[in-house]
């Protein structure tokens, strides 16, 4: 293979990847638990690092509070029993499907 086709080729991986080199500092001890955790998972100490930052940096999950499901019930003058289902439905964020009855209105 030719040095020109090889230097081609090195461009093209390197345009591919678009990859930035960044510096952090670690104080010692935690700099030798993360290469430790990195060598159990079986990836360098640079995946390591990319896969927290990219895990961290992802949308969130949207997250229920459970809770909210018992406080359905508390005096706020809705009929839980007539509309329990769509009460539920909103407290977990996702419109009931083949509700017969819309939700109720939002009270202010």
């Known amino acids: 293979m ?36 990195a060598a159990a998972l079986g990836v360098s100490f640079a995946e390591y690092i990319r896969g927290l930052v990219a895990r961290d940096l992802a949308a969130p999950r949207k997250v229920t509070d459970p809770s909210v499901v018992f406080a359905l019930g508390r005096s706020t003058g809705s009929d839980i029993a ?6 539920i439905a909103e407290a977990f964020g996702e419109p009931r499907a083949g509700s017969r009855r819309p939700a109720p209105a939002k009270r202010r």
């Open 2 to 37: 030719g040095l020109k086709r090889r230097l081609h080729e090195a461009a093209l991986y390197n345009a591919a990847i678009m990859m930035s080199r960044s510096q952090v500092t670690l104080d010692s001890e935690t700099h030798r638990r993360a290469r430790k955790r």
């Open 82 to 87: 007539r509309d329990k289902d769509a009460m």
